[in-house]
Every structure is written in structure tokens, then in C-alpha cells.
């Protein structure tokens, strides 16, 4: 990552000031010299003590500035060569020292320093706060006080700084950066806060300073002698520097391999910008339950809450780690239940009733789950794999239940649910190695309240069904008319909502839309439900964009 951390200090004496930087400086492109030949032992040992004097001229070349430094804005002598970490695996090295090696980060990282110390903080001055433009870079900064006995007000002012180009990167990397940051900073303040509690019971600084005379003429001088303490001093802790060279360059790391581009061909699907959504949700409620108060339980019913949606987020690879038998495809599943089972079944789905699957292996259930997802949006799925009790359907419309849990009476007559019930055959027996007869372990009951038809529609059903009886087309072509089958849908749902949503037009406007998109005839009923339903499956990046362009669109004709 082409990014810069920094640890910033706001002096009594001299304002704000740079403690410590840690920088990563990637390889350099191999050049024709460097590939007629490799460096000995000893170009090596040369080169590794030009780079320990490119730090310290660093250090020197700035001799009028330190001459204005005390202990408080001072981390490592201007003797010290600075600390090196080299990442094996791409050859990039973490540097650390007070100031940066080149002449331009310098200046980018001063005027970072002074701004997230003075104008750029958030409320309570406590916190992190985002800033910056094209040409000085932009900056994820968090502000933070530390205990110390002799300062005014008993606390100093700090900050930690990642300044970056990349300001979509920064962005993105908010919740990454805020979780790690906070850990780095209340290991300091707890270091710092135990020196403070010692400092104070041998000699309690709010009684002296109490008693003492104030005079205007002295207070300079008497100030002066309290505001040169370092971190050092503060923390009391000996290898500080080298731990926080550690951590910067651990975070460095780690925030530039957490995140990868990756080339798409054409416009983001919407299942794309669905999952993109979430993981950004889930990153800051993981944020919010490390850095809240409340102890484990809070953190506990908050993550367990938060299961019931993110079930997205598991690896399907995980399901052939699991033993027993499982459902491999959609055919298969077919194969299994029978033709009109399975249409029933997958009606149920795709109307978007709550499908319920009662059984003793959470293996096969989970894997029967990950079949029948492939039918929807992914922003129509949640899914609670497997349960000790009933979840209503407004939290999951797949639900994995154990044997013995009772379904209620409301759920159980509803005409908007569905249950498969997994019996194990009496004459079953699961072997241990080698392929699973499924229909031959298992026997499966699916019952509901719907006395609708579902030999009707709707189309996109009626598609899938031609294509899984041909059995001329394999697994993977069937996936990808599945593939087909829902982009389509997904265009007719995206122009409904518009149609209907944004621009509010009445029914009979609507039933032409509908006449057009090819949902009336045949199954109308079951398609306008299936459009109804994937509406709930668009993005909130895709909803909006449409309000800000329809908005953008009335206003145009005013100006």
C-alpha cells in the first residue's frame, strides 16, 4: 500500500510536531545491469550502510529544526539510523524514523500533522476524522490524549496519521484502520495511565499546583521545565519505538494486502454491489462491538443477531470440507425430491416464502440451502443455516432446523412458508467413504398451507425446468443459464422499480410496463410477485443513484 503512518505530538512549547513515520518503500523494477549479474556479500553490506546514512543525513539535514526541538518532540537521536523491516514474500521495506526520507513527504507529512492537531479534529477532540485533496494527499487521522502529572490540564495531545493518494483505498479501509489504531493507542494510554497513578501517590501534582503562587511574569519559565517530557518518559516503556516500527509496519501490511482490485468486464452486477455493501457493513458493526462498552454479552447478542444476515459471507468451498452426504446442484436436488417436489419447492423460493428444512444433519440441510440460494439475488437471501428454535421470517427466509424443534401454528398454516422434513430410512446406512445415495439414507416430506398451483409460473421457473431436464446440457451450462435467467429478471425488476417506485405512475401504466417486459399471459400472477419480491433484492447503490438522477432531473428545468 502506498500509504505513510505517523505519530504526531502537539508541543507546549513548538505546536504540532512529527515523533515517529514509518514509510514502505516497494523494490525497484529489475534493470538489464541487475539481471547480467547479482550483487556479492559485500555491495550488500555497502549498500545497507548507504541506506543507514541516507537516514541520518535525513536526520542531520534538518539541524536547524531540532535545534528548536525539546524532549517532547524528539523520538530517536539524530545518531540513530532508524529502525528497517523487510516483507520477504514482496521484497518491500518498512522504514522508520522521526521524518521521512524524501523532501516531499516531509512536507506532506508536516502539513498533515499541523492540521489534524489544530483545525481538523473531531468533537471532543477525541477521535478519528478524515481530511485532504488531490495535491497534499489524503489523511485518516485519530486524535488521542495521554496521562501525564506535570502537563497542563494533566494530559498531552497525540495523534496517529495514515496519509495516502488513494482516496477511495483510505476510504474504504476506515473500519480496517479504526480497529487496529484504537488497539495501538489504548495500549499507550494504559501504559501511560499506570506511570500517572504512580507519579501522583508519591507526589499528588493537583494539591502543589493548588498551593504555588501564580505570577504571569514566571508561569513561562515554570512551564518550560514540564513541557520537555517524551513518550519515552511518559510510558516508561524501553523498546517503545521499536514497538510502534512493529505495529506501523504490521499495519501498513496488512491494510494494503486486505484489499485487491479486480478486473470486471462491463458494469458491477447487482449481486456484486450487494455483497460490497455488506461487507462494509459487517466491518463497522465489528468496529462498533470492539470499541462499545458493555462487556462479552453485548458483543455476544449483537453478533448473534447479525448472523442472521451475513450468512453470505461464508464459503460454499467449506461444504465439501463437511462430512455426510450433501446436495451437489440443483439436477441433483431435482433427482431427489421428484419433479413436482422440487417445482414446489423452488416456487416457494422464488415467491420469497420463508423455507424451512427440519432435520438431524446440518450438513446436508446447509448444503441444500446453498443450492436453492443460487435461484435468488443475493440481496434476497438470509439464511440461518441451522437452529435450536424458530426464527420468524422477517429475519430469514432459509431456516435449518434440528428435529425436535416445534413449528408454530401460525407459521405452519400460513400459505407463505414451506417445510422439508429429513427423516433418516430405517433400512439407511451411511457409509463411510465414496458417493451417497441420498434418496436411499433420507426420506423428505414437504408440506404447506399454499393451495396456489404452481404448474403455472412463473416463466423464469418454467425456463429452468426445460433446461434441467435436458440432459444433454451439463451441470456448469445449466449454472450459467441460471446465470442468464436471473440477469434478466434482475433488468426487469430494475425497470419496474423505476417505472413504478421513482417515477410513480399508476396501474395501468404499470400493466403495460409488465406487458413489455414479457411478465403478463401465462403465470402473470406468480411473475409480478417474483418482480415484487427481487425489488427487495436491489442494491442501496442502485436505488440511490436513480432518486439523485430523478432529483437532478426536476431541478434541471427550474434552473
Known amino acids: ?104 513527504l516531509f512536507s506532506v507529512v508536516r502539513q498533515a500533522c499541523v492540521r489534524s492537531l489544530s483545525c481538523e479534529v473531531c468533537p471532543g477532540r477525541e477521535g478519528p476524522i478524515f481530511f485532504g485533496d488531490e495535491q497534499h494527499g489524503f489523511v485518516f487521522s485519530h486524535t488521542f490524549f495521554i496521562k501525564d502529572s506535570l502537563a497542563r490540564g494533566f ?55 493548588m498551593n504555588s503562587v501564580f505570577s504571569p511574569a514566571v508561569f513561562p519559565h515554570q512551564r518550560s521545565g514540564n513541557a520537555a517530557r517524551s513518550l519515552t518518559s511518559l510510558t516508561q516503556h524501553p523498546n517503545l519505538w521499536a514497538s510502534l516500527h512493529s505495529s506501523f509496519s504490521w499495519l501498513l501490511k496488512a491494510c494494503g494486502s486486505r484489499l485487491t482490485e479486480k478486473l470486471l468486464e462491463g458494469a458491477p452486477t447487482e449481486d456484486t454491489l450487494v455483497l460490497i455493501e455488506r461487507q462494509s457493513e459487517q466491518e463497522e458493526e465489528m468496529s462498533c462491538w470492539e470499541g462499545a462498552e458493555g462487556g462479552d454479552s453485548t458483543s455476544q447478542r449483537h453478533q448473534s443477531e447479525s448472523k442472521l444476515g451475513l450468512d453470505f459471507l461464508c464459503d460454499d468451498a467449506n ?13 441433483h436436488l431435482r433427482q431427489v425430491l421428484g419433479v413436482a417436489e422440487f417445482r414446489q419447492l423452488v416456487w416457494h423460493v422464488l415467491m420469497g416464502n420463508q423455507v424451512i428444512w427440519r432435520g438431524a444433519d446440518p450438513g446436508l440441510i446447509q448444503s441444500a440451502f446453498t443450492v436453492l440460494k443460487s435461484l435468488l439475488p443475493v440481496g434476497c437471501v438470509c439464511s440461518v443455516p441451522y437452529s435450536a428454535q424458530y426464527e420468524e421470517a422477517y429475519k430469514c427466509n432459509f431456516l435449518g432446523l434440528s428435529p425436535d424443534v416445534h413449528i408454530p401454528t401460525h407459521v405452519s398454516s400460513s400459505d407463505f412458508s414451506v417445510l422439508v422434513d429429513v427423516s433418516i430410512e430405517r433400512n439407511g446406512r451411511i457409509c463411510a467413504v465414496g458417493e451417497y445415495d441420498i434418496s436411499a439414507l433420507y426420506q423428505f416430506t414437504i408440506s ?62 404499470t400493466q403495460k410496463v409488465l406487458a413489455l417486459l414479457g411478465a403478463t399471459g401465462t403465470g402473470e400472477e406468480d411473475n409480478v410477485r417474483l418482480l415484487k419480491f427481487w425489488m427487495t433484492g436491489l442494491s442501496k447503490t442502485y436505488k440511490s443513484h436513480l432518486m439523485t438522477a430523478v432529483r437532478g432531473g426536476e431541478r434541471s428545468p427550474s434552473q
Not at 501511560?192 to 501534582?205: H, N, R, S, Y
Not at 461444504?319 to 439436477?331: A, I, V
Open 448 to 509: 404447506s398451507a399454499n393451495t396456489q398451483p404452481t404448474d403455472r409460473g412463473p416463466t423464469l421457473l418454467n425456463k429452468l425446468e426445460v433446461a434441467l431436464s435436458n440432459e444433454n446440457l451439463s451441470v456448469d451450462v445449466v449454472s450459467h443459464c441460471l446465470l442468464c435467467l436471473k440477469e434478466e429478471w434482475m433488468n426487469k425488476v430494475k425497470v419496474l422499480f423505476k417505472f413504478s417506485k421513482v417515477d410513480g405512475r399508476g396501474r395501468e401504466d
Open 155 to 209: 494530559q498531552r495531545w497525540y495523534s496517529i496519521v495514515m496519509v495516502a493518494m488513494d482516496r477511495i483505498y483510505l476510504i474504504n479501509s476506515w473500519p480496517f484502520l479504526l480497529c487496529h489504531l484504537r488497539l495501538t493507542i489504548q495500549s499507550l494510554q494504559s501504559t501511560a495511565l499506570k506511570v500517572f497513578d504512580i507519579e501522583q501517590g508519591v507526589c499528588p501534582q493537583r494539591s502543589v499546583r
Open 1 to 104: 500500500m502506498n500509504a505513510l503512518v505517523a505519530l504526531c505530538h502537539f508541543c507546549e512549547l513548538h505546536g504540532p510536531r512529527t515523533l515517529f513515520c514509518t514509510e514502505a518503500l516497494h523494490p525497484p523494477s529489475p534493470s538489464p545491469s541487475s539481471l547480467a549479474g547479482t550483487a556479492g556479500p559485500g555491495d550488500r553490506d555497502r549498500d545497507g550502510d548507504r541506506e543507514g546514512e541516507g537516514l541520518t543525513m535525513r536526520a542531520n539535514s534538518s539541524a536547524t529544526q531540532r535545534g528548536e526541538m525539546c524532549e517532547g518532540c524528539r523520538s530517536l537521536p539524530a545518531s540513530h539510523p532508524g529502525f528497517v523491516s523487510i516483507d520477504d514474500e514482496t521484497g518491500i521495506r518498512f522504514l522508520s524514523h522521526q521524518h521521512p526520507r524524501q523532501p516531499q
Open 319 to 331: 461444504l465439501n470440507e463437511l462430512p455426510g452426504p450433501k446436495f451437489r446442484s440443483l439436477r
